[in-house]
C-alpha cells in the first residue's frame, strides 16, 4: 500500500510563491519517480515535473521550466515543488503520483499508479 499526501496549496498573488509538498508512505520501491500533475477546470490533468526518488534527476514541462524546481528529501520520504513567479494561468488542483518502474521519467500520468488526493493552487491576478 502506498500513501501519498499532498499540502502546501492556497492562494497567492501573481508573482508570488508556492511550495508544495507530497508525503510518502508504504512501500519505498513503489516511488521510485514521483512527478507532480496539474489539473484546472476543464482542463486534461498536465504533466508539470518528475524526479527520480533515488539519483534526483529532474523532468519538467515546458511550460513551467525556470519557475519550479521537484526536489525530494529521500530522509523524510517527502517530494517537494517550488513555484516561483507564479501566474493565474498556473491555478489548478496539483496532484503528486509515483510509480516503482525504476528511473524511468515520464510525462503520461497513466502511468503512474500511485495518486495523492491533491492540493488547489489559486494564482489571483
Known amino acids: 500500500q502506498v500513501q501519498l499526501v499532498e499540502s502546501g496549496g492556497g492562494l497567492v498573488q501573481a508573482g508570488g510563491s508556492l511550495r508544495l509538498s507530497c508525503a510518502a508512505s508504504?512501500?519505498?520501491?513503489?516511488?521510485?519517480?514521483m512527478a507532480w500533475f496539474r489539473q484546472a477546470p476543464g482542463k486534461e490533468r498536465e504533466f508539470v515535473a518528475a524526479i527520480t526518488w533515488i539519483t534526483g534527476i529532474t523532468y519538467y514541462a515546458d511550460s513551467v521550466k525556470g519557475r519550479v524546481t521537484i526536489s525530494r528529501d529521500n530522509a523524510k520520504n517527502t517530494l517537494y515543488l517550488q513555484m516561483n513567479s507564479l501566474k493565474p494561468e498556473d491555478t489548478a488542483v496539483y496532484y503528486c503520483?509515483?510509480?516503482?518502474?525504476?528511473?524511468?521519467?515520464?510525462?503520461?500520468?497513466?502511468?503512474?499508479?500511485?495518486w495523492g488526493q491533491g492540493t488547489q493552487v489559486t494564482v489571483s491576478s
Open positions: 503520483a509515483a510509480h516503482g518502474r525504476g528511473a524511468y521519467l515520464t510525462p503520461r500520468s497513466h502511468e503512474y499508479p500511485y
Open positions: 508504504g512501500d519505498t520501491f513503489s516511488y521510485l519517480t
